[in-house]
């Protein structure tokens, strides 16, 4: 595309320099006879790169720079192949009749002269048949269209478009439900090891290395494992990472109190992720939540549909504090009521320390023994305004309650799906 503008251009100054002894006037004519539709095909490819500049979001900030730089890019061999381009084919010296030179010249007029004898002989007239016969070539063409859909659609040649690319490694998600226990945690992690080297072991006979590099395990949160074996190149092994996926999901089998557990064998790209996915959307969040675990249910029921997630997660507990009338009329405010329950169960910082690059800080906060249940809470000790203590339930209301759900429908995926 960025060169296509100096071909043509030099085609024509080359056909000008047959019939003209002076080239320089040549490279003008030349240049001159096809500047218009050059400049109206450049043109019109910066104009199909145009609407990339409109895209909005983040994707439009990552778009934006390819047609910055395309049109940059064919401005400027427009100007190269309409200016430059014709001073230094006007310019050039006649080829000589000696020498190494020489015979490399007489070569390329040669191959050049069986080039045009083909053109005039072959081409041209097979050209003309056609455009006399164009019912003729119509059928023609359509006769072998039809053989080629014949082919692809008769399996004789197969196509698949965005085919999954293996990956070298095998990664693993366990999702608990949220407030899991460490020791449920842990069981759950050893469980997922032991299962990815039972299966190492099984294939190997033994020869780890010959398998597996490694397995690396991410904890965040109590809730949520992620385990990822790293497995020697495709070229190295005689299973592949599908295969193994499958292997490992069998040696683990069922884990009571596992949310889901979802197995990824591909390196990305447009056929990665779920082969299913179902977005669902609803104002009341019980509904929604039984509609995903309703559909999830129902996918279960189709053989081979493994890794279903309902995607409802219903949060972390939490407890909401509100200000009673009593605390108002004491001069307290849902600030000072948030800031002292941070302070008592988080901490408030009473020193900040430089050493070196690190910056050390003190944090002040109840024993663990007093902040760790609701009766702690209860029986905290606020202080007013005006320098008093009341019981916190007394200044504010205490609820129970989880942030809003999220749910993006449930996903699923399988060989067979």
């Known amino acids: 595309m960025v060169v296509d503008d100096a ?19 040549a490279a003008i004519s030349g240049a001159d006879e096809v500047a218009t539709p050059v400049i109206f095909s450049i043109f019109t490819s910066m104009t199909a790169f145009a609407p990339m500049f409109f895209v909005e979001g983040t994707m439009g900030k990552v778009f934006r720079i390819l047609p910055s730089v395309v049109i940059l890019v064919l401005l400027l061999s427009l100007f190269e192949s309409l200016y430059i381009l014709p001073a230094h084919l006007g310019h050039l010296p006649r080829a000589r009749e000696t020498g190494i030179r020489g015979w490399l010249y007489r070569l390329q007029q040669r191959f050049g002269r069986l ?10 007239p097979m050209v003309r048949w056609a455009v006399r016969n164009h019912w003729i070539t119509w059928a023609l063409g359509i006769f072998l269209l039809l053989i080629a859909v014949g082919f692809v659609r008769g399996g004789r040649i197969s196509i698949m478009f965005f085919p999954k690319i293996e990956s070298d490694w095998v990664v693993t ?5 949220y407030g899991a226990s460490p020791e449920d945690t842990e069981k759950i992690q050893t469980r997922v090891e032991q299962a990815v080297w039972a299966v ?22 109590r809730h949520k494992m992620r385990f990822i074996a790293f497995l020697v190149p495709t070229d190295q ?9 499958q292997k490992w999901r069998e040696k683990i089998g069922h884990l009571p109190g596992l ?11 447009p056929r990665g992720g779920s082969p299913v996915d179902v977005q669902l959307a609803h104002k009341d969040t019980h509904v929604l939540e039984q509609a995903a675990e309703d559909l999830a249910a129902a996918l279960g029921t189709y053989e081979g ?8 997660s219903e949060g972390k507990p939490q407890w909401n504090l509100t200000i009673t009338p009593e605390a108002r009329s004491l001069g307290l405010t849902a600030a000072d009521l948030g800031r002292q329950m941070r302070s008592t169960f988080w901490g408030a910082e009473a020193l900040r320390q430089q050493r070196g690059r690190d910056m050390i800080r003190v944090m002040v906060r109840l024993p663990k023994s007093e902040r760790i249940s609701e009766y702690d809470i209860e029986t905290l000790l606020i202080r007013t305004p005006e320098g008093g203590k009341s019981r916190s339930s007394r200044p504010q209301k205490l609820t129970g309650a989880r942030p809003a759900p999220a749910s993006h429908g449930p996903t699923g995926g399988g060989s067979s799906m």
């Open 173 to 177: 998600t366990a999702m608990l439900p």
């Open 237 to 245: 092994r005689d299973i592949s990472a599908t295969q193994f996926a």
């Open 200 to 221: 190492v072991d099984e294939v190997t006979k033994g020869w780890r290395d010959q398998l597996c590099k490694g397995v690396f395990t991410g904890v965040r949160g």
């Open 259 to 269: 949310k889901s557990l979802v197995f990824d064998s591909t390196a990305g790209g």
């Open 115 to 124: 080039v045009e004898r083909f053109a005039e002989n072959i081409y041209g």
């Open 7 to 25: 071909i043509v251009i030099g085609e024509s100054i080359y056909v000008h320099r047959q019939t003209h002894s002076d080239f320089i006037a």
């Open 305 to 312: 549909v493994t890794d279903i997630d309902d995607g409802f």
